[in-house]
């Protein structure tokens, strides 16, 4: 299959570089087709100083689901001063946002699982189809030992629903190594990270964890089946 051998070619490139290298390497190959996401947690705040420092030119964008935490936007702001570079915002259709509150409320995803997808599905996942749409590379601060589904992944994999190439250049990090980049290089974080937040999405649907829980045990807590994940990172976007 085509996208197993480019993905073969693409592994091949990718060893021995370093990930400013590599990330280089992904933007001659495909200029101005390289999206890196962030949510502003420590994994992504590496990422951005990597990428900001260096002046590669990826498209930095975050999703503002209108539910984040009021420190979120804080690291948010503090990051866009600290590089002096853009961060594009992207936000859900108001329309389905909307008819999905007045239909069943502001906490509409405490009630069921199909409730809690259709609200992730609504304000991330259509709206990262968006930033996605025709872009050849997705870049994303997954760690493996950030939860069992996150694990069997790779560092760099073929999405055929998207029909993109997703790269995690931390993805063998230990979440020491990272705090240890942050704290050595003085990278603005999020200071939720200080109160036991580890994975930091929405503010209702997010709570800090204690030692020895999986990383992101404090997502979607009431939740006791399935991946903890909102389906942007699933290998399929069925949202099951
Ligand atoms: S994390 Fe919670 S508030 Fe955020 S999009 Fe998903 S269900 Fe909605």
Not at 25 to 45: A, C, H, N, R
Not at 122 to 137: A, E, F, M, S, T
Not at 149 to 165: H, I, T
Not at 201 to 220: M, S, V
């Amino acid at each position: 299959m085509e996208a197993d051998l480019k993905l073969n070619e693409l592994g091949n490139i990718l060893r021995g570089k370093t990930i400013e290298d590599f990330i280089e390497t992904l933007v001659s190959l495909w200029p101005g087709e390289i999206v890196f996401t962030t949510s502003f947690g420590f994994e992504d705040q590496v990422l951005t100083h990597k990428v900001f420092k260096n002046n590669i030119p990826v498209e930095v964008v975050t999703l503002d689901t209108g539910r984040l935490f009021p420190e979120t936007y804080k690291v948010f702001s503090e990051t866009i001063k600290r590089y002096n570079k853009k961060i594009n915002m992207f936000f859900p259709d108001h329309d389905d946002v909307e008819k999905m509150v007045s239909d069943k409320g502001p906490f509409s995803f405490y009630d069921s699982k199909e409730n809690r997808l259709e609200c992730c599905r609504i304000r991330k996942v259509i709206p990262l189809d968006r930033v996605l749409k025709g872009k050849k590379c997705w870049i994303s601060g997954i760690r493996a030992e950030q939860s069992e589904n996150r694990g069997k992944m790779a560092e760099l994999e073929y999405d055929e629903d998207r029909k993109l190439f997703k790269y995690y250049p931390l993805f063998l990090w230990s979440f020491e190594e990272v705090e240890k980049f942050i704290r050595e290089n003085n990278v603005p974080y999020n200071k939720l990270h200080d109160k036991g937040y580890v994975s930091i999405g929405c503010e209702p649907c997010t709570r800090a964890i204690i030692k020895g829980q999986d990383f992101r045990a404090g997502r979607w807590w009431w939740e006791n089946d399935g991946p903890k994940e909102c389906g942007c990172h699933l290998k399929s976007k069925v949202e099951s």
